[in-house]
């Protein structure tokens, strides 16, 4: 079974701090994708990662993938109350041709104003 | 419109009952996934369909779950004699194509609570 374990699972920060929330995983994954979730709704992708040594800007936010693909981070930059919800990372495995995704437990970030 | 549909958004229903979640994903898209997530927590694959075939069942819990896809569009999740360690969330998904870089459409998910 391949796992991703992510951490914090919780942040509760101020706005305009910084943050950054990792995904760590024993296995190589071909691919990760990171997630925003809100209460009632369905995850919504905000960025793919495939090579080793990515790094993938958001506006505020910057995704890199590690250099083994086993591990992933996600940064914000000062961060806003609009930031606030569910950051899901999600491993693609068995190459290109197969699409299943193991996720992470997440994390929940709160922005205070 | 234009998204991943699902039905019913919520369902309460009493312990040994079957109960049918729904699932119409975005026109022309192959692959669709199925996954429950509990409370505040990640997501856990059940299953998975590339056109009406399941290459991937793996995730199911038990023979009480299964799963359907006609057509290649509409797909059905069938509990049958819930229990309460059902209630969750299941969340659906498609992606044009099958594979690890395609990125996932999901629905807003059906909330299922077991009496």
């Known amino acids: 079974t391949q796992l991703l374990e992510q951490s914090p699972q919780f942040l509760s920060i101020q706005e305009g701090e910084n943050l950054t929330v990792y995904c760590n995983s024993s296995s190589v994954f071909s691919s990760l994708q990171w997630y925003r979730q809100e209460p009632g709704e369905g995850p919504v992708l905000l960025v793919t990662?495939?090579?080793?040594?990515e790094v993938k800007k958001l506006k505020r936010l910057t995704f890199q993938f590690g250099d083994a693909r086993k591990d992933s981070s996600l940064h914000i930059t000062a961060a806003q109350p609009g930031d606030t919800g569910l950051y899901l990372c999600a491993g693609a495995t068995g190459g290109t041709s197969y699409g299943k995704l193991t996720f992470g437990q997440g994390t929940i970030l709160t922005v205070h104003p | 419109g234009a998204g991943v549909s699902q039905s019913p958004s919520n369902k309460v229903t009493e312990k040994g009952k079957d109960v049918e979640l729904r699932c119409d994903p975005i026109?022309?898209?192959?692959?669709l996934y199925w996954y429950r997530q509990s409370l505040g927590q990640g997501l856990e694959f059940l299953i998975y369909f590339q056109g009406n075939s399941a290459p991937d069942k793996s995730g199911l819990p038990s023979d009480r779950f299964s799963a359907e896809r006609t057509g290649g569009s509409v797909s059905t999740l069938t509990i049958q004699r819930t229990q309460q360690e059902d209630s969750a969330v299941y969340l659906c998904?498609?992606?044009?194509?099958?594979?690890?870089?395609?990125?996932?459409?999901f629905g807003d998910g059906t909330r299922l609570s077991i009496l």
């Open positions: 998904a498609s992606s044009l194509f099958q594979g690890g870089n395609q990125p996932q459409h």
């Open positions: 026109s022309g898209h192959t692959a």
């Open positions: 990662v495939v090579t080793g040594g």
